[in-house]
C-alpha cells in the first residue's frame, strides 16, 4: 500500500468527526458514534475496563498527552489483556517498557471503526497499514464481521467492544496487547 494511501485516512477521518453531534462518545445504534467533549485520557481513567492501561498510562507519564489536543487513535487493550503480559507495567522498573508498549498502541488521527474498516474496503489486498507512535506498523483485515489487528511482532487482537470518540480522538477497546514488553533487567 502506498505511503499517500496510509496518511491520507487521517485528514479524511478528523473531517468526518467534525460533522458529528455532541453526545456522550459511545456507538449509537447505527455503528457511527458521536464525539464526546472528554478526552482520551478522561475517558480510559473513568472506564473499569481499562484499568491497568490507565496504570500503564500513568507509570509512563504519557496521560499528559492524550489529555493533549490530539488527535490519536489509542488501541486500548483490556485489562484480561494485560494478564498474560510480562511483568507488571504498572510497576516503576517498568516505566520505560511500558512506554513503548503505549506508543506501539497509539496512531495518529482519530480513526472510527467505520473508518477503518472502509479503509479495509478499498484496499485490493483486504489489509491496510497504519504507522504508530511507536514508528511500527499495525495491519488490519477482517476475518468475516470482526476486524482484526496485527502487530509487527505478529501479536493479533481483535476490536472488541464499543469505539468512544473523544475530544481529542478514538479509543478503540481491542482484547490483547500488539506488543509485549520486555521484562525489567535487574540492576
Same mark, same amino acid.
Given at each position: ?8 485516512? +487521517? /485528514? ?5 468527526? %467534525?460533522?458529528? $453531534? #455532541?453526545?456522550?462518545?459511545? !456507538?449509537?445504534?447505527?455503528?457511527? =458514534? ?41 488501541? +486500548? /487493550? ?5 494478564? %498474560?503480559?510480562? $511483568? #507488571?507495567?504498572?510497576?516503576? !522498573?517498568?516505566?520505560?517498557?511500558? =512506554? ?88
Amino acid at each position: 500500500m502506498g505511503l499517500t494511501m496510509r496518511w491520507a485516512l +487521517a /485528514p479524511l477521518c478528523v473531517m468526518a468527526l %467534525a460533522g458529528c $453531534g #455532541d453526545g456522550a462518545g459511545k !456507538a449509537d445504534g447505527t455503528g457511527a =458514534a458521536a464525539p464526546s467533549n472528554r478526552t482520551i485520557a478522561a475517558t480510559l481513567k473513568d472506564d473499569r475496563a481499562f484499568g491497568t492501561l490507565e496504570r500503564v498510562l500513568d507509570n509512563a507519564a504519557l496521560g499528559d498527552v492524550l489529555a493533549g489536543k490530539g488527535p490519536y487513535t489509542v488501541f +486500548a /487493550p483490556s485489562d484480561a489483556a494485560f494478564t %498474560a503480559s510480562a $511483568g #507488571d507495567l504498572g510497576d516503576e !522498573a517498568m516505566k520505560a517498557q511500558g =512506554a513503548a508498549m503505549l506508543r506501539a498502541h497509539i496512531v495518529p488521527g482519530a480513526l472510527t471503526r467505520a473508518d477503518i474498516e472502509a479503509a479495509i474496503a478499498r484496499e485490493g489486498s483486504g489489509q491496510v497499514q497504519m504507522r504508530t507512535m511507536a514508528n511500527s506498523l499495525l495491519t488490519f483485515s477482517k476475518e468475516g464481521e470482526t476486524v482484526i489487528v496485527m502487530g509487527d511482532n505478529g501479536a493479533r487482537a481483535r476490536l472488541s467492544g464499543s469505539e468512544t470518540v473523544a475530544s481529542n480522538g478514538v479509543v478503540q477497546p481491542i482484547d490483547g496487547l500488539l506488543m509485549r514488553a520486555a521484562p525489567a533487567v535487574a540492576n
